[in-house]
């Protein structure tokens, strides 16, 4: 009785494990949406972001950085992703976005962060904005957002979603309050 008892507790963590590990790697599929409640009016270009993990070679060009074993990928390229995130974003609250606008938003994502050690996730994202025009620096500003979630795929999306969303949310109403968006 001992016996089975004792295979019964180690199939169950052996399993656990498995399901633990599973959490810590994987290709994210990430759909942004956009949900800004701000308004905003004019044309606007939205330029490539670039992201410096990949440019340093630390990262590959769909990889979230992390402090784990494994590996988080996304289905798309983080450029890719925060650009057509922008674009989303600026066209949902108002913004025209047009090749031929004078104003040229683009930008720099310095870290994009899932701090996977332990029980839970903790999500960070830094990203530089800059305006131009008429090939004048208009603006630049550095906008970080920061989110806990729990381990496991059902997490994910929410928090990638809510990360990217807040910064281009400060993004946005920082640049209207200076005037320069």
Known sequence: ?????????????????????????????VTYSPGSVMKGTGPVKVATF???PYEQGEVKANQVQNTA??????????????????????????YSVE??????????????????LGFSVDWLINITFEITG?????YSNTFEARTKTSKGP???QGAVIEIVRDCIEEFIRDAQNRKVL
């Open 134 to 138: 008429d090939e004048e620096m208009l």
């Open 50 to 52: 670039n992201y410096v």
């Open 69 to 94: 074993a494994g590996n988080f990928y996304t289905t798309k390229n983080i450029d890719k992703f925060i650009t057509d995130a922008v674009i989303q974003e600026l066209s949902f609250v108002g």
């Open 1 to 29: 009785m001992i016996k089975k008892l004792f295979s019964w507790a180690k199939a169950v963590a052996i399993f656990g494990l498995l399901v633990w590990l599973a959490s810590c790697s994987g290709t994210i599929a």
């Open 99 to 116: 090749d031929t606008a004078s104003k040229v938003i683009n930008g720099r994502i310095s870290q994009f962060l899932a701090d996977d």
């Open 154 to 156: 059902g997490f994910v």
